[in-house]
């Protein structure tokens, strides 16, 4: 595809988004403000830093169903080891990142050498990691740690007397990492080969095992730190969170332009799909005459419209050769 | 010689063997875990473990039959958990809100259901739409609809002729057992008799090929996901009737992922091809009887997702490794290119 052709599912997502916000801050009146827009990346933080992991293994062609449940029991564990084992907020976080990047391996390990699919392969995974969160702890565990409650309050402080807090920061950071490993790195690039034709990466040299095992632990190190980030948002631990996220992140991930099919689409475009699915979310809550449900409704509309953009795109392009 | 012959095939039909598997779990079963075998009429009614297996796992076995032929034309359906909520929430709204007649109580909903289903069917065929995305947005937006309808409440109801189809029984058999028979011999039926079974497993296998050959590809795709909606939608009546309320938030939450997983446990393959029917419904008891051995055992709902999970990968990996085993014992040495 030309340079401009290429760009355009993700300049459409932009400017989508763009027209939402203009929409929604006409409507309403404090919706156009720093601390709203600041609020936009601390509520979908947790969805945010998933949504980066499933860029990665819906580029390389896969999906990945666990990472709702991973993000619940990387928080139950957390929780747990705060709480009743006493440990530091930081060692319980590094334990539930490892576990994250093992639970991906192993996932990723099956997929690639044993051959099973990827949907079924991410959807054992899912009831495996929601029953090992729920059998840890069956309630939600309420952290009182100083500790936590201290990285809890950390926030940079901007402009107008608002703040970004810590969980903000944690998925603007992963954004970048993300964004650059995606880019400017050749793990990165085999993503996008593989995604492309995986055969053909394989005889350019590409080593597809190496690195769907990279992406779905990249996917579950991502769902383990959107736990961390949701123990320090609400400051508990809950084995049932997480329950369909893994949907959202993938209409996010979609919506910004990133072909299920791989190989196309990238990071940036996963922020643009995160920010309309809040935006969205955001104006039926200032809305308040509309029921919630609205927002269902409206994310699998707006989901509809970007598949059929795409497919316009990739028809398009097909008649051009 | 012709006995030979037949029991030879019996034990190499995958069926067979999946049907094997759940019988020898039921035995195992039976032998250590207290009054699962046991069987006692009351009231007319037979009672048991076992039924309860096949009561409480009607539901998914209904949604597998359709995901049966969903998958099998290389398709796959993630909303019928959705379009359950959904006939469940506008028959209860039809009994509880405007008192409408049976026949408008059941046929509404199913209608509403083949309709979710022809949605679905058209986005694949029409639109080109990757069957995993172009169900997952009726999976999203559907539940908004059953919520809509509802109001968001929960809405119960008193209408003992369409409780029936949750709680009656006819000769002792709970209805619902009664449905799935009815429902998996029509389809089954449909693929085994007529041509259309062929024609199914046809587009699965080679889609283009089947096209050249002149079969109405799109038609019966759409075909597949509307009888999928179908079954989604008798799936919903049972359930809401089953608890006499509709709970639109709920009501066939996650299920699909259970009857995905029916589906391939029962040996019908994601990439499309044979339709395995019986597996399917077989693979459904195995899921429901573990979990309802587990709860028998006083553990824990956690430990049956854990169990599940561990189940789902050991019987693909055996199918997949098995089948090539059993493929390469097939071919006689001098042909192996390997």
């Known amino acids: 595809m030309s340079g401009v052709r290429r760009h355009i599912p993700l300049l459409a997502g932009i400017g989508v988004y763009l027209l939402l916000y203009a929409a929604a801050s006409w409507r309403f009146d404090h919706f156009f403000s720093l601390q709203v827009f600041v609020n936009f990346f601390t509520d979908n933080a947790a969805l945010g830093i998933v949504a980066v992991g499933m860029t990665f ?3 390389s062609g896969g999906i990945d169903l666990s990472v709702g449940s991973v993000v619940a029991l990387s928080a139950t564990i957390i929780a747990v080891l705060i709480e009743e ?3 530091a907020p930081m060692s319980a976080m590094a334990v539930a990142l490892l576990v994250g990047a093992i639970f991906g391996m192993l996932m990723g390990g099956i997929i690639h050498y044993l051959d099973l699919a990827p949907f079924i392969v991410t959807l054992a995974g899912m009831f495996m990691a929601r ?28 402009i107008d007397g608002t703040a ?9 950071a992963a954004l970048i990492v993300g964004t650059y490993l995606a880019v400017l790195t050749p793990v990165g690039r085999a993503v996008y080969a593989i995604g492309g034709d995986s055969e053909a990466a394989r005889l350019m040299g590409v080593r597809v095992g190496r690195t769907r095992l ?4 990249l996917s579950g190190v991502c769902a383990s730190l959107a736990g961390a980030v949701l123990t320090l948002y609400q400051l508990s631990g809950d084995p049932s969170a997480g329950v369909s996220m893994e949907l959202d992140a993938i209409a996010a991930v979609v919506i910004g332009g990133t072909a299920l099919t791989g190989g196309v689409g990238g990071v940036p475009g996963t922020l643009i799909g995160v920010l309309i699915l809040g935006t969205i979310q955001t104006a039926i809550m200032f809305e308040g005459t509309l029921s919630s449900w609205w927002t269902r409704v409206a994310i699998g509309l707006l989901l509809l419209a970007f598949i059929l953009l795409q497919r316009l795109l990739s028809a398009s392009v097909r008649s051009e050769r | 010689m012709t006995d030979a012959r037949l029991s030879r095939r019996l034990f190499r039909s995958a069926t067979f063997r999946r049907l094997a598997v759940l019988l020898l779990i039921w035995l195992i ?23 309860d297996v096949l009561h409480r796992g009607a539901p998914v076995m209904l949604l597998a039959v359709g995901m049966t032929l969903v998958i099998s034309v290389r398709g796959i359906d993630l909303s019928v958990g959705s379009i359950m909520a959904i006939a469940g929430a506008l028959a209860a709204q039809l009994i509880a809100v405007h008192d409408q007649p049976l026949v ?3 046929g509404l909903p199913l209608a509403a259901a083949v309709i979710c289903g022809v949605w679905n069917g058209l986005l694949v065929t029409a639109l ?6 172009a169900t997952l947005i009726l999976l999203v937006a559907g539940r908004g609809v059953a919520q809509l309808v509802t109001g968001g409440q929960i809405i119960t109801f008193e209408r003992p002729a369409f409780e029936f189809l949750g709680t009656g029984a006819m000769l002792g058999v709970p209805f619902t057992i009664w449905l799935v028979v009815m429902v998996a011999a029509t389809v089954g039926a449909g693929l085994r008799i007529t041509s259309l079974g062929m024609y199914v497993e046809a587009i699965g296998g080679n889609e283009r090929a089947a096209r050249l050959c002149g079969l109405r590809v799109r038609t019966i795709q759409v075909l597949a996901y509307a009888t999928s909606g179908l079954c989604a939608g008798l799936a919903g009546l049972i359930a809401t009737a089953d608890i006499k309320a509709a709970d639109p938030n709920n009501c066939g939450l996650y299920i699909e992922l259970d009857a995905i997983l029916a589906v391939v446990i029962g040996g019908t393959s994601l990439s499309g091809g044979r339709a395995r029917l019986v597996g399917a419904l077989v693979g459904a008891l195995i899921m429901q009887t573990l979990t309802t051995t587990l709860l028998m055992r006083g553990v824990g709902p956690e430990y049956a997702l854990v169990a599940k999970a561990v189940a789902v990968i050991v019987i693909c990996l055996a199918y997949t490794v098995r089948a090539r085993e059993l493929a390469a014992g097939l071919v006689p040495r001098r042909l192996r290119t390997e």
């Open chain 2, 29 to 51: 079963n039976a032998m250590v875990t207290p009054n699962f075998g046991r069987f006692e009429i009351r009231d007319g009614r037979l009672f048991g473990s076992i039924v």
């Open chain 2, 104 to 106: 408008v109580v059941v």
């Open chain 1, 131 to 158: 029953g090992l969160a729920l059998i840890i702890h069956l309630e939600p565990v309420a952290i009182h740690d100083s500790a936590l409650k201290r990285i809890a309050a950390i926030a940079l402080p901007l």
């Open chain 1, 57 to 59: 293994v819906i580029l």
């Open chain 1, 214 to 217: 990279f992406v779905y632990s």
């Open chain 2, 128 to 133: 080109g739409v990757q069957p995993i995305v």
């Open chain 1, 164 to 172: 970004l807090p810590v969980t903000a920061i944690v998925f603007v």
């Open chain 1, 85 to 87: 084992y006493e440990w």
